[in-house]
């Protein structure tokens, strides 16, 4: 019988657990980018893939490279907000 308990237990613990996971909010969602804001970073990400396949750097470490260049870039532009 305590076993039995203990089992049930850990189930509606669980139900309780994932329940509360279902109610968190979204409250940090991005904001909307620009139609200038994603046609910059839309041009970044091209120019950032044609050097890494030039580099000739290959899956992952392009990932990586497209990552910090991408950042880089947008950094680096000269329109700041």
């Known amino acids: 019988m305590l076993r039995l308990t203990r089992v049930l237990f850990a189930v509606a613990f ?29 041009n970044a ?4 893939k044609a050097e890494a396949k030039a580099k000739k750097i290959r899956f992952p470490a392009s990932r990586a ?8 870039t947008i950094r680096n532009s000269p329109t700041k907000r």
């Open 14 to 42: 669980g139900l309780l657990m994932a329940a509360g996971l279902g109610f968190t909010s979204t409250a940090t969602a991005a904001p909307k980018l620009s139609d200038a804001d994603d046609a910059a970073i839309k």
């Open 65 to 72: 490279f497209l990552r910090d260049c991408v950042t880089e």
């Open 45 to 48: 990400i091209a120019s950032c």
